[in-house]
């Protein structure tokens, strides 16, 4: 008798090839079995107009800290995610030094949107070293974690405050290098570095601070475990962006190790910048190098609230001389009818319908909870005023601390970012799952790529799964995973094919000390199993602790 | 106008990858050649303050060298 039998579903096992109906045996935490009336299971699974799938990867997440009250990085798990890569972007919690943690912790606060009690009060900082924060966290896993070492915490580690400061010796590149294999050995499954990130003072990341020597150093260092180089790239600009690609190739090619660089995205007034990285990123694996970007599948939002000057009202004169001014001041013109009449008039003679009416109140803020979810346009008319003058009303009863949504401004052309997604050279990632917490839903990524990008028709069923399984576990070198085969680890993910979704965003209070991040629940997924136990069912998290540190 | 600088084409607002509005500007440069650079709030603000305009709609045509003036 088997431990479970998941009996009766449409088996895409994530290679690609096309779906088949069949029952699937689990046994010790692998697959043990698939085919036509498999004996019985001590569990059975009914799967019947269900796909029957690998659990998904997750490649770019920044749940490091999450990890360490909450092992299935939620809602992470219940979107069918059964492993996840922390320790993007040149940060992770170790290796470092307990005189470093207030320095790290800055960094994650600016990258995450974490409340400081995460750090504070919802666990025991025991480890300095990359092992320990490995068995810190290996205790409750319900998901699997490959977890990369941050460039940046290494670099702080050997150098102390000097990371931000200078460029590394020879003596401190050779240090960072024994420290990296260190972290290897202990489990990392490569490192990442940015060309981007910022601490919370605003000063760039230590990996800033590294030339191109050092980076080559650690990258051989990758080069003796065939592991990952993590990047971030200057995104914001397309021709650095091709000279990073050209980089990472060059590294790729001289240490025979894979690079990925994150994000790659669709941009309004930058049409060409997706096509041209791609484009350069073709030439570069026709090279034999491996650089593969990373593109997420959900659109992007825009957001932002009176509190603070945005490029939303860039193109409204009066509206931003008043948004730049002093809070108190900015205050005194939202109350002054006058200033308030004119800038009504610029919004447009409907009020500011069609310019506003279309922004949703996002929640989580000041504003009435009541009011969550609902367009400008909406309580406009429930308040008997137009667009233009409730935004700044609504804001002004509550302190403007009322955050606006405009829902899928960017990486929104379903026509042109599904063939992307589709292209075999391009990675599907980039969701952070567990950073930007007040900002926006990192969650529901996987969900989205089939309610968009496969009902539309640009990804087949088995091609979507496949991109994020089989893919991804072999582009970061995942063994026995992304694979329903028999052998292959256990994870699973049971789901109906026309109704994975995800949820609509909402605001929760479910960070330590109550801190608030927006969040979106699965939609579609049955039943999903880590390592052969069932982490998540019927809409509910089981008790099962089974997810591992996986390399 | 002067060739002999980069010019500002386009400036377009959209969202960046935080979600937060970035100005999207368009240059070119003397030898012809094309660049798309996106701003953040800060940035984006100073340009249109250093170059004299308070909506992004008046940027093209403006010298980006502008965006250098105070920093």
């Not at chain 1, 990359?130 to 974690?145: C, E, M, P, Q, W």
């Not at chain 1, 949703?360 to 233009?388: F, K, N, S, Y």
């Not at chain 1, 979507?464 to 993910?493: E, H, Q, Y």
């Amino acid at each position: 008798m088997y431990d479970i039998v998941i009996r009766g579903g449409l088996v895409v096992d994530g290679t690609g090839e096309a779906g088949f109906a069949a029952d699937v045996a689990i046994q010790d935490g692998k697959i043990s079995k698939i085919g036509p009336s498999l004996a019985a299971g001590r569990r059975e699974i009914d799967a019947k107009g269900r796909v029957v799938a690998p659990g998904f990867i997750d490649p770019h997440t920044h749940f490091d800290v999450q990890l360490l009250w909450d092992g299935a990085a939620k809602p992470a798990l219940e979107h069918g995610v059964t492993s996840i890569v922390p320790g993007n972007c040149s940060l992770s919690l170790a290796p470092l030094k307990a005189a470093d943690r207030k320095a790290v912790v800055g960094m994650f606060q600016q990258i995450e949107e974490m409340p400081p009690e995460a750090f504070t009060i919802a666990f025991d900082w025991t480890w300095e070293d990359f092992a320990g924060y490995r068995d810190a966290i290996a205790k409750t896993l319900s998901v699997n974690v490959a977890p990369l070492v941050g460039h940046s915490v290494i670099r702080l580690f050997v150098m102390g405050p000097a990371a931000q400061e200078r460029t590394a010796t020879p003596a401190e590149i050779a240090a960072m290098q024994v420290l990296l294999r260190e972290c290897l050995e202990a489990g990392a499954v490569g490192l990442s570095t940015s060309f981007v990130d910022v601490d919370e003072k605003g000063h760039p990341v230590p990996s800033r601070y590294a030339d191109s020597e050092e980076l080559d150093a650690l990258c051989a260092v990758l080069g003796e475990f065939d592991r990952m180089l993590q990047v971030v790239p200057e995104f914001y600009a397309t021709d650095i962006t091709i000279a990073r690609i050209d980089q990472l190739a060059e590294l790729s090619l001289k240490h025979k190790i894979p690079t990925t660089f994150s994000p790659l995205f669709d941009s309004r007034g930058n049409g060409d910048n997706a096509p041209r990285a791609i484009a350069r990123v073709e030439e570069q694996f026709a090279r034999g190098a491996r650089v593969w970007p990373q593109m997420q599948t959900r659109p992007i939002d825009l957001s932002f609230s009176l509190l603070r000057p945005s490029l939303f009202f860039a193109r409204l004169p009066r509206w931003v001389r008043v948004l730049r001014q002093p809070l108190d001041q900015r205050i005194a013109s939202l109350s002054d009818p006058e200033t308030t009449d004119k800038m009504i008039e610029d919004a447009g003679p409907d009020g500011g319908l069609a310019m506003f009416g279309a922004l949703v109140l996002r929640g989580g803020d000041a504003a009435p909870a009541e009011l969550t979810g609902q367009t400008l346009a909406q309580i406009a008319e429930a308040r008997g005023q137009g667009c233009a003058r409730t935004l700044i009303d609504l804001s002004l009863e509550h302190g403007l601390d009322v955050a606006f949504l405009a829902a899928s401004l960017g990486h929104e052309d379903t026509a042109r970012i599904g063939p992307m997604l589709a292209h075999p050279l391009v990675h599907i990632g980039a969701s952070d799952g567990g950073a930007h917490l007040a900002s926006f839903a990192t969650y529901g990524d996987t969900g989205y790529l089939f309610s968009e990008f496969v009902q539309k028709g640009h990804l087949s069923l088995e091609a979507a799964v496949k991109k994020i399984t089989s893919d991804t576990a072999d582009i970061w070198g995942l063994k026995n995973r992304g694979r329903l085969a028999p052998g292959w680890a256990a994870d699973v993910v049971v789901f109906d094919a026309k109704g994975l979704a995800r949820g609509e965003e909402r605001p929760v209070f479910d960070m330590p000390g109550g801190g608030m991040r927006y969040t979106r629940d699965a939609v579609g997924v049955d039943t999903v199993l880590v390592n052969g136990e069932v982490a998540y069912a019927d809409g509910a998290y089981t008790d099962a602790r089974s997810g591992v540190i996986c390399t | 106008m002067s060739h002999d600088e980069a010019i500002i084409l386009n400036a377009v607002v959209a969202p960046g990858h935080d979600g937060a509005a970035e100005l999207v500007v368009s240059l070119r440069h003397p030898n012809g050649g094309l660049e798309t650079v996106s701003l953040d709030a800060e940035l984006g603000f100073h340009l249109m303050k250093s170059c004299g305009v308070s909506s992004a709609a008046d940027l093209p045509g403006k010298p980006w060298r502008r965006i250098l003036e105070g920093l």
